[in-house]
């Protein structure tokens, strides 16, 4: 499913916040026409994909979520210095104000793909159409809400919840709802695609990519891990062992344009070469990864803008002998890229992002990149199991699934016998360096001890301005000129 593409009349006039072509502009003119709903199976697909498509934007997986990586303490902006990326050092330094772009970005991006997926699970049950496809497309509906509504509870905490379509005859100005409530539907509508969804064996080629029964599990193992619902995280992460999913050989191979959507992936984010729209709109559909991150000056990538430079910090919490430290960042006197050296010089750290680079030979221009972005993978899954048996005081059999993680590293067995709060902080270690610059991080800090762990880590890197009311982001002002009733959160 590389091409989710929607006619462009069909896009504009279904979203309910509508930016203009150019992601910088910060201007952003409200259009509500909820008037052409799908009518027969054909129109539902494609509002179904056009769900899908907000994830892919600039917003969200092309550029934001994977820059939380930087505000997380794992590198900084980089970028061609001065005023470039100004809203993401602001954010790495915790004097974060209401009008960043970077959190009005994150703010808007997860709305249309909301409203979308309303459209679909309002119209889809009265649609006489194959039942299979009705099913299929409620449970994709079912799951996009409630990873957008994920997005934004863990950013912002309250937000509004929204399961209608809004019109004109719509409260516009809705009020924030607890982020317990916010749970409570994420919860329900994950239950529901896990019902709907069929397993990912049952999808034809041309539909691969498409959320799954196991991307809906995984995601529900995932929002309940983040609730500390241990128990629920270990009966799900069992399920998904029985499911057919395994660690890829290699680890580069998530990241890896060949060896997309393998058996190692639940769920992400689809992007395609020569996709037909500008780079710079939300339309585009190539990644901007690649083009973003590969080292400035050094002509290794196209593109190469010079994006979330790893710390010295980061780079010597790697264990000696871990495989992903060479697959995950270039240093001077690592091994080459496409043949050509690095040199420290090409970042003010001394190290840059090799996660996600595609070789000149497969995207030879800066906006042409296929590289999916992963989502979820199974080493999450099996990180998942691992924190969750240990805080269950099940710490021997949490070994097992933290083990095979650090196997594929080339790293030994976990030492036996940890306390809980030893392994605790083994497994988060592990889910920094396993899942890093893949929008993680930031997610396991806030969450982990209310935040305090967070609070802590960040304190230990000489982040000591940051403190609890930096765990949530600000409400943009702009939206609260926009709507009265939206509350700021404390602190801002």
């Known amino acids: 499913m590389k091409n989710i593409k929607i006619s462009l009349m069909l896009f504009l006039s279904l979203l309910m916040v509508q930016c203009s072509d150019d992601f910088l502009d910060k201007t952003q003119p409200d259009t509500i026409n909820t008037g052409n709903y799908p009518t027969n199976a054909e129109e539902l697909i494609t509002m179904v994909n056009g769900a899908y498509q907000p994830l892919q934007w600039p917003k969200l997986y092309n550029f934001r979520m994977w820059t939380s990586d930087i505000f997380a303490g794992n590198s900084i902006v980089g970028a061609g210095g001065g005023e470039d990326g100004i809203e993401t050092t602001n954010l790495s330094n915790f004097v974060t104000t209401t009008d960043n772009q970077g959190v009005l970005d994150l703010w808007r991006g997860p709305w249309p793909g909301i409203l979308r997926s309303n459209i679909v699970l309002l119209v889809?049950?009265?649609?006489?159409?194959?039942?299979?496809?009705?099913?299929?497309?409620?449970?994709e509906a079912y799951f996009l809400r409630a990873q957008y509504y994920f997005i934004l509870v863990r950013f912002f905490g309250d937000v509004p919840l929204i399961t209608e379509p809004q019109n004109s005859s719509s409260d516009l100005y809705p009020s924030r709802t607890s982020k317990d409530k916010v749970y409570a539907q994420i919860l329900s509508d994950l239950e529901n695609a896990v019902s709907l969804l069929p397993n990912k064996e049952d999808y034809t080629e041309a539909d691969k990519g498409r959320a799954t029964k196991g991307s809906a599990i995984g995601l529900l193992a995932k929002v309940n891990l983040t609730l500390n619902n241990w128990q629920e995280v270990v009966s799900l992460t069992t399920k998904l062992e029985t499911m057919g999913y395994s660690l890829n050989a290699n680890y580069i191979d998530n990241f890896n344009t060949e060896t997309e959507n393998s058996n190692e992936s639940l769920f992400e984010v689809q992007y395609a070469a020569n996709a037909g729209y500008d780079f710079w709109s939300n339309e585009n559909q190539a990644s901007w990864v690649s083009t973003f991150t590969g080292p400035r000056s050094s002509n290794m990538v196209a593109g190469a803008f010079g994006w979330s430079q790893p710390t010295q910090e980061f780079f010597n919490s790697y264990e000696s002998g871990d495989l992903r430290r060479d697959k995950t960042v270039l240093y001077q006197g690592g091994p080459n890229f496409q043949g050509i050296p690095y040199s420290s010089s090409y970042s003010l750290t001394g190290y840059s992002l090799r996660k996600f680079l595609v070789p000149?030979?497969?995207?030879?221009?800066?906006?042409?990149?296929?590289?999916?972005?992963?989502?979820?993978?199974?080493?999450?899954?099996?990180l998942m199991k691992a924190e969750a048996q240990n805080e269950l005081g099940n710490t021997s059999l949490a070994e097992a699934p933290l083990n095979l993680v650090r196997k594929r590293a080339g790293l030994a067995n976990i030492a036996p016998g940890l306390g809980k709060i030893e392994f605790r902080a083994a497994v988060l270690h592990e889910r920094r360096m396993e899942l890093a610059f893949e929008g993680q991080r930031w997610f396991d800090l806030v969450r982990v001890d209310n935040g305090q762990y967070g609070l802590d880590f960040l304190h230990s890197i000489g982040k000591s301005n940051a403190d609890k009311h930096h765990l949530l982001l600000p409400i943009p002002q702009i939206e609260r000129d926009r709507n009265p009733n939206l509350t700021q959160n404390l602190g801002y």
């Open 124 to 139: 889809a049950p009265g649609l006489k159409i194959e039942q299979s496809i009705k099913d299929r497309s409620m449970g």
């Open 360 to 382: 000149l030979s497969i995207s030879p221009s800066y906006d042409n990149s296929p590289l999916n972005f992963p989502v979820l993978r199974y080493s999450d899954v099996l």
